[in-house]
């Protein structure tokens, strides 16, 4: 486990097209930025389930360090009565062009 601060963690938030929370819901977070203000909400989650819906708030007080496990972070549930932590995993968009560059076996067509 490595930890990184939110400045670090936002930036990562920012390059991710989706996340995945609660293990297997995916989400779009909607990002504000970070302000260095500790009732500052950088992100917001939301989704629908089987007709509920359910949110998730992120504010910098409860955030200032992240711990990062692999293409996940555990962020602090603001609006948690125990300050649960969250598994968030980032999905990041695959370039096929950058990967085709990588492979020499390819040719253009």
Not at 22 to 35: A, F, G, H, S, T
Not at 63 to 68: A, D, F, H, L
Not at 86 to 99: A, D, F, R, S
Request: aromatic share 10%; with cysteine.
């Amino acid at each position: 486990m490595k930890i990184i601060p939110l400045s670090q963690a936002f930036k990562l938030l920012q390059n991710c097209s989706a996340l995945i929370v609660e293990d297997n819901v995916l989400v779009y977070p909607e990002l504000d930025e970070v302000r260095n203000k500790h009732e500052n909400e950088f992100m917001f989650l939301k989704w629908e389930d089987e007709g509920f819906e359910y949110s998730m708030k992120f504010t910098e007080e409860d955030n200032e360090k992240v711990p990062v496990v692999g293409s996940s972070m555990y962020l602090v549930h603001s609006d948690a009565e125990d300050g649960e932590v969250e598994q968030i995993t980032l999905l990041h968009p695959w370039k096929v062009e950058t990967e085709l560059k990588k492979e020499k076996s390819w040719k253009q067509q």
